[in-house]
Each structure stands twice: as C-alpha cells, then as structure tokens.
C-alpha cells in the first residue's frame, strides 16, 4: 500500500562478543557517534580490544550488549552499576544506581523507533539482572537533545546538570536522567 507506514523494527539485545568488534569499531567511527563518546586515543581495533576486551571477560564490571534490529546489528548498550566506578558514584544522586550507555551506530537506523525498543528491551534485563536495583541512570551530554528526548519518553527524568571528565581530557555537560524502577516500570522488588 503506498503511503503505508513501515511495521516498527523488532528490536532486541544480545551479549556482545568479541566477533562484535568489527561492528563496535565501525559504529564508533561514525561521526554522530564520536561527536558523543569521545576519546583520548584513536579508536582503532587495538584500542577496541582494549577498552571492551575485558568487559565481555567479566574482568571489568561494564557490560556490554549489542543492539538488534530485525535481526541486524545496529548499536551497543552498556551498563553497569555505579558504585562500581567511584569517580563517577560522586556526580551522581543515586551512587548505587545502574548506569546506562548506548548509541545506535548504523546511521541507516536512526530516527526508526529503535532506541524506546531498545531501552523497553533492556529494562527486562536489568530488572532480571539487578533485582535490586531503585533507580536506573543515563547522562548523555547536554548538546544531546535525541538522546535527551529518548530518556524522557522511556519514563527518565531530567536531573542535575553537572560536568563530566571526558577520556579526551576535556569536561562536558552532562544532564543526569534518572528512572525510578518501582513507579515507571510498575514492579516492586521482593525482600
């Protein structure tokens, strides 16, 4: 039918593997990408291996999840809970939140309704994963503004504006985004 809106894609996450990196790197070389992940050093396969290597290990305590539409790879979502990582516990209102990261790396898939699927998706896994968990977080940079309307509309809400230390040695402005876990999602934890 012409005119028809496209059927929304099936989104989903996996656990990234090291055959994933290929895609990683790729996805972290896109300019809308780097514009928001910056980093200190060149992001090469080398450099990949380094900084994610250990997290699919389980020697760090970041995970990482590769982002699915129709069965495409599309992104990557990490978490992980923030008391973990002490520098940032401090700049944030709930240090034993679990924080959230992600971008939608193929740029073919952007603005396709992939990014309230993938988070709907992950909400189940964090909910299964951490139990215990109130409040789920996300900073994206201010400048941010689709990543910003994305959290609003998967029940975040807009918290402090404060500033990051970046990989790169710069600072950026970072608005927090809290979930609380029990009120949106509609569960309570059993105790």
């Known amino acids: 039918m012409t005119g028809s809106t496209p059927e929304p894609p099936t989104v989903s996450l996996r ?3 090291r055959a994933d990196f290929g895609d990683l790197l790729k996805w972290r070389l896109e300019p809308h990408v780097v514009r928001w992940f910056p980093s200190a050093k060149a992001v090469t396969a080398a ?8 997290r699919i290990d389980g020697a760090a305590p970041t995970r990482m999840f590769v982002v699915t539409a129709d ?3 599309v992104g990557f979502l990490q978490d992980y809970r923030i008391s973990d990582h002490p520098d940032f ?3 944030t209102p709930d240090p034993d939140a679990i924080g959230i990261d ?3 790396g193929d ?3 952007l603005h ?6 993938m988070l709907r998706a992950w909400f189940a896994i964090a909910r299964a994963d951490y139990p215990d968990a109130t409040t789920y ?3 994206p940079d201010h400048r941010n503004v689709a990543s910003r309307r994305l959290l609003l509309k998967a029940g975040f809400v807009e918290g402090t504006w404060f500033d990051e230390p970046q990989p790169d040695g710069t600072t950026s402005t970072v608005v927090g985004h809290s979930l609380d876990v029990a009120s949106v999602l509609g569960w309570l934890h059993d105790r």
């Open 89 to 91: 516990a401090v700049l």
């Open 102 to 104: 992600y971008a939608i």
């Open 15 to 17: 656990p990234m593997t």
């Open 137 to 139: 977080f996300a900073a």
């Open 71 to 73: 069965c495409t790879p």
């Open 112 to 117: 396709r309704g992939v990014g309230l699927r």
């Open 107 to 109: 740029p073919a898939w």
């Open 47 to 54: 450099t990949i291996e380094s900084w994610y290597g250990p």
